[in-house]
């Protein structure tokens, strides 16, 4: 049973900065892959930001590129976003995602096998 459990949400002004974890525990194996999404009221799960296990590929969605960075500890099997620069247009819930296969970039939720419960990440302006 693969589990991913987020942490670092909340809420912080425009122009501030977040940092959110996720941790990923169980068979995950060692070709695995993780992402970021997010969702806000009344619109679509969007992809946020991909790495794949060793780290050396990742990509970003256009909105965020320059403003966030995702990371990877692979002795904790944990990714982070580091999201600075925030905008009031970037509150939403934002989930964690892996998938066991690495299959090039993913950016569609449907290629995600595991989710984590989402965090909340309110931008006042």
């Known amino acids: 049973q693969v589990r991913l459990v987020e942490s670092g949400g909340g809420l912080v002004q425009a122009g501030g900065s977040l940092r959110l974890s996720c941790a990923a525990s169980g068979r995950i194996g060692r070709n695995y892959c993780m992402a970021w999404f997010r969702q806000a009221p009344g619109k679509e799960r969007e992809f946020v930001a991909f790495?794949?296990?060793?780290?050396?590929?990742?990509d970003y969605a256009a909105s965020v590129k320059g403003r966030f960075t995702i990371s990877k500890d692979n002795a904790n099997n944990t990714v982070h976003l580091q999201m600075n620069s925030l905008k009031p247009e970037d509150t939403a819930a934002y989930y964690c995602?892996?998938?066991?296969?690495?299959?090039?970039?993913?950016?569609?939720?449907?290629?995600?096998?595991?989710w984590g419960q989402g965090t909340q990440v309110t931008v006042s302006s």
């Open positions: 995602a892996l998938t066991l296969i690495y299959r090039g970039v993913l950016k569609t939720s449907r290629e995600y096998d595991y």
């Open positions: 790495t794949n296990w060793s780290g050396g590929t990742k």
